[in-house]
């Protein structure tokens, strides 16, 4: 059975659970499951130190009138 490279964080997830299954996978395969993940890591602390600004923002913003 041919694998495909995973192009998108739910193909990147499915391929982590047929990993966790004990399933054989591609080292391709493998190495772009953990580039992918690793960048939607990045972008959800990046996501969330934006959030945390924005909050302390409007924060202060409402604590001054």
Known sequence: MAKSTPTTIAQALACTKRLRAGKACSMSELK???MLLDDARKT???????????LRFMTGFLNRS
């Open 32 to 34: 772009a499951t953990v």
């Open 44 to 54: 959800a602390l990046g996501t969330i130190r934006l959030l945390k600004d924005k």
